[in-house]
């Protein structure tokens, strides 16, 4: 049998596959195995190689499915909202919130909030998901002085970015943005039900009023590699002096260069 049969075995699946629904149970290996009557290791080398593709996913206990993933757009004209980007790709979003709790404002945050460390801050943790894949493990920062009842809020909204606009009557924005891809924390790995060598996008960010310019939010999402694709557009807005302004510390404010600074690989489109 030839070296590479698990590569020809991957492209008739892929086709195959191709056909079917998000969220179809694949052939387990034994059966593929039976199929094209090969070993158990050149059907696990297909599978594997459909997960490098991204054309299946594996989820912890429950198997492996058809996959098909969204692109999650992040621009400076588009609300920094997981809800509203995930609709407009097309897909169902949905978030569960884990914790709400208020905490000291970190001290590796203070220079992004613009406030002193130990502030008073809310700290959610929150799952998202698209459909019914959970794809995204969240940890968001708020003033408590912009959203008080946050936690209250939160049990009626399910979106951050509209609890902001409609009980605060700002206009979030996204100021600065950090993407890059690694391997997550072993919390984190748990949370996605993900194997310890998979990698994921990890989007740092920064939320400013459209209006005002203060610091509303921050936050850390890690989101499934095999979820989503992140696409970061970089809005051609700024001329003179100001498009031309100097990242701080290895960083770009969108809120005063209006451009994304990004790590790791990323899917970028000009507009």
């Given at each position: 049998m030839s070296a590479t049969r698990y590569l020809d075995i991957a492209e008739q699946l892929s086709a195959e596959l191709a056909e079917c629904a998000r969220g179809t149970r694949v052939a387990s290996e034994a059966e593929i195995a039976r199929r094209f009557g090969v070993g158990r290791a050149a059907a696990r080398a297909a599978v594997k190689e459909l997960e490098r593709r991204f054309v299946v996913r594996r989820t912890q206990g429950s198997g492996t499915f058809v996959n098909r993933r969204i692109d999650y757009v992040i621009s400076r004209s588009a609300p920094p909202s997981w809800s509203t980007t995930i609709s407009a790709a097309g897909a169902t979003p949905r978030a569960l919130v884990k914790s709400v709790r208020t905490i000291p404002l970190p001290a590796h945050l203070a220079e992004r909030f613009e406030r002193p460390a130990?502030?008073?801050?809310h700290e959610v943790v929150r799952e998202f998901y698209i459909d019914d894949l959970l794809a995204s493990w969240v940890h968001e920062w708020i003033p408590i002085d912009e959203v008080p009842d946050l936690d209250l809020a939160l049990h009626a909204v399910e979106s951050v970015d509209q609890v902001l606009?409609?009980?605060?009557r700002v206009r979030?924005?996204?100021a600065?943005?950090?993407v890059s891809i690694d391997v997550p924390p072993a919390e984190v790995l748990r949370a996605l039900r993900m194997d310890s060598?998979?990698?994921?996008w990890l989007v740092e960010s920064v939320s400013r009023d459209d209006v005002i310019g203060n610091v509303l939010m921050c936050s850390r999402t890690w989101t499934r590699a095999d979820a989503v694709r992140v696409v970061v557009e970089l809005d051609e807005r700024a001329t003179g002096e100001e498009a031309v302004s100097e990242p701080v510390a290895g960083r770009t404010?969108?809120?005063r260069a209006q451009s994304l600074r990004i790590a790791g690989t990323v899917h970028t489109v000009m507009k």
């Open positions: 130990g502030s008073p801050v606009r409609q009980m605060v979030p924005m996204r600065w943005c950090r060598s998979q990698p994921a404010d969108l809120h």
